[in-house]
């Protein structure tokens, strides 16, 4: 497609149930990340691959939190034992190449009950 | 972390007014670039300037740098209805891509 995908568009989970996060980024596009919004927040940084390697996880919140890309395309953020705190708008951009916009999917909404 | 910090966190204008926000940074930056977000989803790139670059025009928006100060400033000139949105700085800094972003103003323009 011609932008970032994201999948599932909306997802509500039952607390401790572990859920998985798509994000299908621009053709060509070697960078990748994701971020976390809160509801009326700013984002928070959570990985940055560049190709299928994660240069800083720094903003993973716990361990409960992991993500893997493959074929420097799909990346995945998984996480485990979900928790009420972790209800968010989950984002993934993609660019290329140094110093280019980011582009953006329409992002995941999680909510965990 | 948030690597910037907008300020007004919220602004409210009439259409036809200009809207002027601010970002500040604490780490040297390689460009710094502005966001803009509708609907708390997806965010639209607005605007890039290089650490070496001081104000950059595109259209009805005007970015000034000032890396002494580890500032920015957007102008939004002709404010319309359909600027009414969130506005974020982000920062591309480190030796590699790390871009992050700042805690956003939320602009309201009234028509």
């Known amino acids: 497609g011609a932008g970032v995908s994201q999948s599932p568009s909306n997802k509500v989970t039952e607390k401790g149930k572990d859920v998985e996060l798509r994000c299908d980024p621009i053709?060509?596009?070697?960078?990748l990340y994701w971020y976390r919004q809160s509801l009326g927040q700013g984002l928070e940084f959570l990985i940055y691959?560049?190709?299928?390697?994660?240069?800083?996880k720094s903003g993973l919140p716990s361990d409960r939190f992991s993500a893997e890309r493959t074929g420097g395309s799909v990346s995945t953020l998984t996480i485990q034992r979900t928790q009420q705190e972790d209800s968010a708008v989950y984002l993934c951009?993609?660019?290329?190449?140094?110093?280019?916009?980011?582009?953006f999917g329409n992002g995941t909404r999680l909510t965990v009950t | 972390s948030q690597q910037g910090e907008e300020d007004p966190q919220a602004l409210s204008i009439q259409e036809g007014e200009n809207a002027t926000m601010n970002c500040s940074y604490k780490?040297?930056?390689?460009?710094l670039q502005w966001y803009r977000q509708n609907s708390g989803r997806g965010l639209v790139h607005l605007i890039l300037?290089?650490?070496?670059?001081r104000e950059k025009h595109s259209g009805r928006l005007r970015v000034t740098l000032d890396t002494s100060k580890k500032s920015s400033s957007l102008l939004i000139t002709a404010s319309r209805a359909a600027d009414t949105a969130s506005y974020f700085c982000?920062?591309?800094?480190?030796?590699?891509?790390?871009?992050?972003f700042g805690t956003g103003t939320k602009l309201q323009v009234i028509p």
């Open positions: 300037i290089r650490s070496n670059e």
């Open positions: 691959f560049q190709g299928n390697s994660a240069p800083d």
């Open positions: 053709s060509g596009h070697t960078a």
């Open positions: 780490t040297s930056i390689n460009n």
């Open positions: 951009a993609s660019s290329f190449p140094r110093e280019s916009p980011l582009h």
């Open positions: 982000a920062t591309d800094s480190g030796g590699y891509q790390k871009v992050t």
